[in-house]
């Protein structure tokens, strides 16, 4: 018996299948291009996307036959959806939240809501990242296609709807189209009306780990799944990953996410005070295991810079492990300030502005790959101190993503940010999660705490070192007065 965890992102899909421990069995990846028809367009081709993500799952089960799945659920990046008919047929592109179309409706919204009247309602501040401002401009630019659509799904939503589960749109999905009320758990019918969209083109909302129904049985066949697999409501990426992390609703741990993005995760047991988080401009999202939120920081220049960083100084030929290893054991004046691509709360910064201070001719290319592991830290170091009490009860962090492999990013992340690093034994923590999600909803496990502990294995933590912490401050400081 086997759990399986799908992930879809920006760039590239992901299935994996795990055992009840959290082993990893198979995993199978499929990348993707974003489309960009003109300026400020940024679109995925959701036919080939359905076709790449069935490609994974029909790979992971010819490794899983003595394994056979049992249920699965999806994770995926937010605020994109798909078109689709209410039988199944996918009727157009998914418009990326990074596309720029709509934001005359979020100006609308604005003139009949405050920014904070908005935010009380959603947990965001108003922008044209969410969902709502695209599909209002395909009301207005595509009337054939949303009149034709017989729902707009997320992503996640969209694959379970797919594979033959019922249309719905999980909460931590929801909170992401800038029209869910997050204290009523509905859709928000003022929202809707000032955006002059119908209630009925989104699927209603529902927990995740809901039962959906089972694979459709020719396409179950088709995929080489064997008996009847479980479909269960999944969520936001970012809410998995934390999930995948071990974190269900304690505040003392907070997910460091480094994948593309560097991102940083805590959990809030219970709704933060509202007007506080928006003073501060921190979002507030429902988490998956329901009764719980989450809010995240987040950065573009994370894994992207530092594959910049090998692209550029690197060639070709160098690994990343060749790189790693040239970083030396003694610290350097090097400053680097990771404004390179888009960042969220609480700066909100476009990027185009990143820079290397204090280069000399003595320095050498590791020197340079520890300023930017270093720059990246600092980024999330200044970003605990503008969001207060926040990060206060957070002790340690949960590594996840591609860069945790790395022992010299988590002990730096460690010296730092002056906490602990804790790195598990499987780092696709957003696939896990999605994994732990379909076990509780199949009734595998009793509860999200039981899966956890049954799921997710610590591997390595790494300690602060309190030799560095007088030189990372000062160097911190000198960090703050070039950003």
Avoid at 193 to 221: D, I, Q, R
Avoid at 290 to 298: A, C, K, L, M
């Amino acid at each position: 018996m086997s759990l399986l965890g799908i992930d879809i992102g920006t760039t590239g899909c992901k299935a994996v299948a795990f055992d009840l421990k959290g082993r990893q069995l198979a995993v199978s990846y499929r990348e993707y291009e974003i489309i960009s028809k003109k300026e400020g367009y940024a679109e995925l081709d959701s036919f080939y996307v359905w076709e790449k993500v069935q490609a994974t799952i029909k790979e992971v089960a010819q490794q899983t036959k003595h394994n056979p799945v049992e249920a699965l659920s999806a994770s995926s990046l937010g605020e994109a959806m798909v078109p689709v008919s209410s039988d199944r047929n996918i009727l157009g592109n998914s418009i990326l939240g990074t596309d720029y179309r709509g934001e005359e409706y979020i100006r609308q919204l604005i003139d009949r809501f405050t920014p904070y009247e908005v935010y009380k309602r959603t947990g965001n501040l108003p922008g044209t990242f969410y969902s709502m401002s695209k599909l209002a401009w395909i009301k207005r630019n595509q009337p054939r296609l949303y009149r034709n659509a017989g729902f707009f799904l997320t992503w996640a939503d969209f694959i379970c709807f797919m594979l033959g589960g019922k249309p719905v749109t999980n909460h931590s999905l929801a909170s992401r189209t800038l029209l869910f009320d997050i204290h009523k758990g509905n859709w928000s019918g003022e929202l809707f009306s000032a955006s002059g969209l119908e209630v009925t083109k989104l699927a209603p909302p529902c927990s995740s780990g809901n039962y959906l129904g089972f694979v459709k049985e020719n396409l179950a066949k088709e995929l080489g799944l064997k008996g009847k697999v479980a479909i269960i409501s999944g969520g936001h990426d970012q809410c998995c990953a934390v999930l995948g992390s071990g974190i269900k609703s304690s505040s003392k741990s907070a997910m460091y996410g480094l994948g593309t993005f560097i991102c940083v995760a805590p959990v809030f047991p219970e709704m933060p005070n509202v007007e506080y988080m928006f003073g501060k401009k921190m979002h507030i999202e429902p988490h998956v295991v329901p009764g719980s939120y989450i809010t995240f920081i987040y950065n573009q220049s994370g894994g992207a810079l530092v594959k910049w960083f090998k692209n550029v100084f690197g060639g070709k030929q160098a690994t990343y492990s060749d790189l790693f290893e040239e970083i030396p054991c003694s610290p350097n004046p090097i400053i680097a300030i990771p404004k390179f691509g888009a960042t969220g709360p609480p700066d909100f910064q476009s990027g185009n502005e990143g820079c290397f201070a204090g280069l000399s001719l003595s320095q050498s290319r590791g020197d340079i790959l520890q300023a930017t592991l270093e720059g990246i830290s600092f980024y999330v170091k200044d970003c605990f101190e503008k969001s207060g009490e926040v990060f206060d009860q957070t002790n340690s962090l949960v590594a996840a993503g591609g860069g945790s492999v790395s022992d010299k990013w988590l002990q730096i992340t460690a010296d730092i940010l002056g906490k602990k690093v804790i790195r598990n034994k499987v780092n696709e923590a957003s696939s896990l999660g999605a994994a732990i999600i379909a076990g509780v909803g199949c009734k595998i496990f009793s509860s999200f705490g039981e899966a956890v502990r049954s799921m997710v294995n610590k591997n390595s933590i790494f300690i602060p070192d309190e030799s560095l912490k007088e030189f990372y401050n000062l160097k911190f400081n000198k960090y703050k007065k070039y950003y």
